[in-house]
């Protein structure tokens, strides 16, 4: 079984804190922030197992890396995979218009 190393983009990373802080501060939930992000945590993880036996998404723009997603709730973590690196490239709220930001 082939072995995936995790890598997240700069810009996940800042997705993901955003969404904590947001939850945490304007929502003032720090529960809920917590368990948000450990659902998202624990769905990368489980998909690093297999991340390329799931669904190409399907995009209009040709791009080098085919993207696949993994929906969260209400959040879709969009990842590519590169040789043995499954690559966090963007963790979006799911009723935003994706097209344009990955």
Do not use: C, H
């Not at 997240?8 to 904590?20: E, F, H, M, T, V």
């Not at 879709?76 to 218009?97: A, F, H, K, P």
Request: hydrophobic share 35%; no cysteine.
């Amino acid at each position: 079984m082939k072995k995936y190393i995790l890598r997240y983009l700069p810009l996940a990373k800042q997705d993901l804190d955003g969404i904590i802080n947001y939850i945490q501060n304007n929502l003032q939930n720090p529960i809920a922030a917590e368990n948000t992000l450990s659902k998202i945590e624990s769905a990368i993880l489980e998909r690093l197992d297999n991340p390329e036996d799931f669904a190409i998404w399907s995009s209009k723009k040709q791009r080098p890396y085919p993207y696949r997603r993994i929906n969260v709730g209400n959040y879709t973590v969009w990842y590519v995979v590169i040789d043995n690196i499954m690559e966090i490239r963007r963790i979006l709220y799911s009723r935003r218009y994706e097209e344009n930001l990955i």
